[in-house]
């Protein structure tokens, strides 16, 4: 049962780009402190993401014609992994690089690719997803914004929530309605590119419980777009989608977004002289081991040229669940020795870690969601 | 590498079906079901191709360790083939008979009721005793097939490794655990398809789609964990044992409670074959040290680096 899911071996020609990284993390990133490198993929600094774009870390996986380096997933893994282990503020790009480029790439025209890759290449434009609603959660397939077809190409009203940092974004990838009613489910979606300038279109920012605001609503009042602003075919959109999540949930993003927090802890617990906590060491960096090797694993299905949804789904469920014990059992450690100083940086990434962790199995797909799509991977009816 | 685990799992299916397990574990006559396994060559499967075997590694004989594990097999099989590794670059005879490997004169040996002789790691030497000499006698438990050992530690001495035996052997039960894994997730997954409770499969129910899910993640990490143990030949590291075995052990209290809840009370009768399974993983997830024991070692080591979590964990186990 899923037997594709084998040990894999990142390839040393991908292993030349950690130098490179680092080298960028150490100028840009290190001294940045613990609890604002914890925000990693939610920390947004387009500048750290045009300096990625010119040494030439982003659209590893896409196509040289459009300004990409053709190095593929394990390239890309080796990139993000350096870039997340460092808590390195990624949000600006991490959208477009991840999945809207090779969206673009693979159901967009000629025309789109080399309107849109080459500049998020270079790490100049960024994207959002436009997926959830006011209704529409995990049941994606009720979204109600809707566009119709005019002479001029399209106009779409409604509204979309949630949609991480499109305050900052300049496009949108949206799923609406083209045809039908929300009745008709899975039928007439389809996947638009929206500009975000565009008149109509506004951006109401959220604030979220660490006080802040990386996602916002977005509203649609008769906002015209030209026929090509549709990505792929009309009516495919929810194909489509399927296809964007497999890339969304199987990066090792899955697995280090609580890293930093791990790392200061430890830093913290040899600076004590303590070895009480060994044996909770011990299992939390096996665990980091084996969820690394299963995201390899799944890597190495997007190398082979598979879509591995439900693989995908195994590594994000259990590297989410890994990512939201660790501020669990740290601030239990740190707690139980309630006489020890705990530095003001280690205490606000616990806090930060802590608060912000249910967010890990919400984004990109619940984990009742991914469940039920591994239990269907299982044959169960 | 299906070109030998298909023949390997052929022979065990017909030697080794769920009839014979329960035969042995009640004192059944294990020599010739043994004489099958000395004459398939799978034995010598880790021994050098100089010395007369086949030569294979660690990485590549795991499909054929997790295969004994999928069909509960009491016989210390895994454990012969890596005695005889052993005992053949240490330039000994292996005896024909089963091996078991102890790791701990403490803890009972597993499958040391059907075994002839114990490869027995005292922390400090190598000895291949005979069971004359060592004296197995049945734990007591009911359908245990592991022994405590009453005699004296006396027997040929062997070359010992520098980290002894308790790494190799972690990742062998690391194998076991997950070929065990695979099948009671896949038998559940079964059950719950066609055992119908309120009308309808209880698989449709999404209480029971959550803990199914669950162990298949579980049974893929195993998997994942095993190879990561097994990646680096019969000289494993105490990084890489530790990964391997905490990951699996962990798993294997998990899989066996989940695989019994599903089943209900069909799954702890006598007669179903998925005890045979369950108690297994148990008896796996203790021996050659339990996720504590090697979290704890793990830890430690950890503890002992001013490197990175990632950093340290890619230096010592994927490099």
């Known amino acids: ?21 680092r080298a960028l993390v150490a100028r840009h990133v290190a001294s940045l402190p613990a609890d604002r490198r914890a925000r990693s993929w939610q920390g947004f600094d387009a500048g750290f993401s045009r300096v990625l774009g010119e040494a030439g870390l982003l659209g590893l996986t896409l196509p040289k014609r459009y300004g990409g380096h053709e190095r593929g997933p394990f390239a890309r893994f080796v990139v993000v992994e350096e870039l997340l282990s460092a808590g390195a503020p990624v949000a600006a790009h991490w959208i477009a690089d991840r999945q809207s ?42 979204v109600r914004t809707r566009a119709e077809r005019t002479d001029k190409g399209w106009v779409v009203n409604g509204q979309k929530i949630w949609t991480t940092n499109s305050m900052h974004s300049d496009y949108m990838i949206a799923l609406v309605r083209t045809s039908g009613t929300s009745a008709d489910r899975q039928a007439g979606l389809s996947q638009l590119i929206i500009d975000l300038k565009a008149p109509g279109v506004s951006v109401r920012p959220i604030v ?19 026929h090509d602003a549709l990505v792929g075919e009309e009516g495919q ?57 299963m995201s390899i694993a799944c890597t190495a299905q997007l190398v082979a040229g598979e879509s591995p949804v439900v693989e995908a789904s195994i590594v994000k469920d259990r590297g989410t669940g890994f990512e939201q014990e660790l501020p669990l059992v740290i601030g239990d450690d740190l707690a139980a020795h309630p006489d020890e100083p705990v530095s003001e940086e280690l205490y606000k990434t616990l806090l930060y870690t802590t608060h912000i962790a249910p967010s890990f199995s919400l984004r990109g797909g619940t984990r009742e969601i991914l469940r039920g799509i591994i239990a269907r991977g299982m044959g169960l009816r | 590498m299906t070109d030998l685990l298909d023949p390997f799992a052929r022979m065990l299916d017909a030697a080794l079906p769920a009839a014979v397990v329960r035969t042995l574990e009640s004192g059944g006559d294990a020599a010739p079901i043994w004489q099958t396994l000395v004459e398939s060559g799978f034995l010598d499967a880790l021994v050098d191709e100089d010395q007369g075997g ?71 030497s190598l000895y291949l005793c005979s069971a004359e000499t060592v004296r197995p006698v049945a734990t007591g438990a009911r359908h245990d097939t592991a022994a405590r050992l009453t005699g004296p530690v006396e027997g040929t001495v062997v070359a010992r490794p520098e ?49 199914l899910s669950v162990m298949a993640e579980d049974m893929v990490a195993c998997r994942l964990a095993a190879q990561l143990g097994a990646s680096d030949g019969l000289r494993v590291s ?6 391997a075995k905490i990951t699996t052990s962990a798993a294997a209290a998990r899989l066996a409670n989940s695989a019994h809840a599903v089943h209900g009370a069909i799954g702890i009768s006598e007669e179903y ?11 796996w997830r203790m021996v050659d040290g339990s996720e504590g024991w090697w979290s704890q070692a793990l830890g430690t080591a950890r503890l002992g680096s001013p490197s990175g979590t990632v950093d340290w964990v890619r230096a010592e186990l994927f490099a």
């Not at chain 1, 979220?208 to 030209?226: I, K, Y």
């Not at chain 1, 790392?263 to 096996?286: E, K, N, P």
């Not at chain 2, 074959?273 to 008896?283: S, Y």
Request: with cysteine; hydrophobic share 50%; glycine share 8%.
């Open chain 2, 54 to 124: 086949v030569g294979l590694t660690l990485a590549e004989v795991m499909p054929l360790i997790m295969a004994l594990g999928a069909r509960a097999v009491p016989l210390p099989v895994a454990e012969t083939m890596v005695a005889r590794a052993l005992l053949a670059s240490a330039g000994v005879a292996a005896p024909e008979g089963p091996i078991a490997i102890a790791t701990s004169t403490a803890w009972p040996v597993s499958g040391g009721l059907l075994a002839d002789h114990v490869l027995i790691d005292d922390g400090a």
């Open chain 1, 101 to 142: 480029a090779p969206q673009i790439n693979k159901f967009g025209t000629e025309e789109q690719r080399e309107f849109y890759i080459p500049r998020i290449c270079r790490g100049e434009l960024l994207f959002c997803i436009g997926m959830s609603e006011p209704g529409s959660g995990s049941d994606l397939a009720s």
């Open chain 1, 208 to 226: 979220d419980l660490t006080g802040d605001s990386h996602f916002a609503e977005v509203f649609f009042d008769n906002v015209e777009l030209p």
């Open chain 2, 163 to 211: 980290e002894g035996l308790r790494p190799v052997m972690a990742v062998l039960r690391a194998g076991l655990i997950a070929g065990a894994a695979e099948r009671v997730t896949e038998m559940s997954a079964e059950y719950a398809n066609s055992r119908v409770q309120f009308g309808k499969p209880i698989g449709k129910q999404q209480a029971m789609q959550q803990m």
């Open chain 1, 1 to 21: 049962m899923f037997d594709t899911l084998a040990l894999a071996r990142l390839p040393d020609r991908d292993e030349d780009l950690r130098p490179v990284v």
């Open chain 2, 273 to 283: 074959d998925l005890q045979l399974l369950t108690r297994r993983l148990h008896e």
């Open chain 1, 237 to 293: 959109g929810w194909m489509q989608v399927a296809a964007e999540l497999a890339f969304e949930r199987s990066g090792p993003e899955r697995i280090y977004s609580s890293v930093v927090l791990l790392d200061a802890w430890i830093a913290h617990v040899q600076a004590m002289g303590r070895s009480d906590c060994a044996a909770l060491i011990g299992r939390l960096t096996a665990e980091l081991a084996t969820l690394r090797a």
């Open chain 2, 238 to 243: 105490p990084v890489a044992a530790a990964t």
